[in-house]
């Protein structure tokens, strides 16, 4: 399991978990990035990526929280 940086949400992180490229590995990547900050949900990366210029990511990824 990993833990959200920016909710604290339990979510699962495929690379920690299995080895195998994470749900997030097919979304593209965050035009700004947070130094010293660590994975994000499933929830808040949405979030943050709609938010960049040309957003509105949907993402429907698997939820442990």
């Not at 097919?26 to 130094?35: I, K």
Request: proline share 9%.
């Amino acid at each position: 399991m990993a833990t959200c940086s920016f909710c604290g949400e339990t979510f699962t992180c495929g690379m920690r978990e299995t080895g195998e490229p994470c749900w997030c590995a097919a979304l593209p990547p965050l035009q700004t990035l947070v130094p010293l900050q660590d994975c994000l949900c499933p929830e808040c990366l949405a979030a943050r990526l709609a938010a960049q210029p040309g957003g509105a990511t949907t993402i429907a990824a698997r939820h442990d929280g």
